[in-house]
Nanobody, 123 residues
């Protein structure tokens, strides 16, 4: 079992940056694919990025490629999402999650979810 706590969200101006963190507890973190999703008001939760256990393989939604970077530190049981060049349309609650299977861009592949952290981008 994995427990997840996301942090790092906030209010930022367009063009700014944020780094989200997701602290995980549980013995299986280092062997688990981790992902980030986001949900804007009135919209469905959507995939943002994922990273395999080794950190060498990553996946991104087309809408965030080149601006978002996912990484992990298995020694600290933490996964990160660096968000650069923020846009107002990035405003959403960001959730980290732990996957039990692929495909890693699918909501149904994730069994454990953090509580979410709010990112608000002002224009």
């Amino acid at each position: 079992q994995v427990q997840l706590v996301a942090s790092g969200g906030g209010l930022v101006q367009a063009g700014g940056s944020l780094r989200l963190s997701c602290a995980a507890s549980g013995r299986t973190f280092s062997s688990t694919t981790m992902g980030w999703f986001r949900q804007a008001p009135g919209k469905e939760r959507e995939f943002v990025a994922a990273i395999r256990w080794s950190g060498r393989t990553t996946y991104y939604a087309d809408s965030v490629k080149g601006r978002f970077t996912i990484s992990r530190d298995n020694a600290k049981n933490t996964v990160y999402l660096q968000i650069d060049s923020l846009k107002p349309e990035d405003t959403a609650v960001y959730y980290c999650a732990a996957a039990s299977r692929g495909p890693y861009n699918a909501y149904a592949s994730y069994d454990y979810w953090g509580q979410g952290t709010q990112v608000t981008v002002s224009s």
